[in-house]
Every structure is written in C-alpha cells, then in structure tokens.
C-alpha cells in the first residue's frame, strides 16, 4: 500500500513538473517584437486596455506625414563621454570610433595589430571607470567624418560606435 502510495506520488510531481514548461515560441515572438521596435526606435507604451470602461474614440482624419531627412545633419547622432587615456597609439582627438571594449588588455593590442594590418590608425585606450579597454578605429576633430568613418566600419564591426573626450 505505502508502495502505491509512493508511486502515486511520484507521477503526480513529475506530472506537474513537465506540464509547466513555457512555450518558446511565445519568448521567440516577444524578442522579435521588441527587435522590430528597436529597429524602427519605436518604444508604445502598451496599447490594449484591460478595462472596459475605456470609451472607444474614433481616429481622426490627418494627413500624412512627410519625412525630410538631410543627409549631412549629424546633431542626432549618439556619442558617448567617456574619461579614457590612451595606452597604445598617438592620441585622441575630439570624436573617436570605438570598435571593440575589452576587459583583457592583450585582447584589445590583438584587435589594434589586427586594424592597422589593414590599414588603419588603430589605437587602445583604457577607460578607469570601468575597467575597460577600448580600441579605436580612426579619431577626428568634427562629429561629422567621424559618423561617416562609423558608419563604413559597421560593415565589418557592427557594433562600432562614437567616443568622445
């Protein structure tokens, strides 16, 4: 009897343990929503209300928008400050761009020999703060050629992004 018991017992937590696993297709979707979002820099608050209370308000007629974009604006575009010092290199100047952050120093010389093989200017500067060290592709005087040095290195470094002093 205590054997059935047991038993019984057992099946019911091993029922109750696989029955609870969360769907993965549902976090799939949760993630891609959230990356379309990110991509399009779309953040809604949440759109569906719970209640019923809430009157239903019929849209209003506008017209569209138009987006004007010019080209050779580079005001909007986000740079970090950051307190560094250069170990490796020449110098910085004003707006830098960043291609790799290492916490291992010989990771950060590896990626610099690697840049200036091709070419580049590459140098290695160290963030304190953070214990950080930071590889620099190519530095600048104005925002302006160092987004548009950004922007060629991220086909290749996708992740590369604006510094500066």
Known sequence: MKKMMIFGAALC?????TSCKSSESAYKKAYEK?????RTGYT???TTTESSDVPVVAPVETQ???ETRVEDNYDNEVVRRENVSVVAGTGLKTFSVVVGSFGVKANADGLQQRL???GLDAQVAYNAGNNMYRVV?????NKASAVQSR?????QYPDAWLLSK
């Open 116 to 118: 200036k093989s091709a």
């Open 34 to 38: 959230a990356k379309a979002q990110e």
């Open 13 to 17: 937590v091993a029922m109750a343990f």
């Open 44 to 46: 809604a608050e949440k």
């Open 64 to 66: 569209p928008v138009i």
């Open 151 to 155: 922007n060629q290195l991220r086909t």
């Open 137 to 141: 592709a190519s530095t600048f005087d």
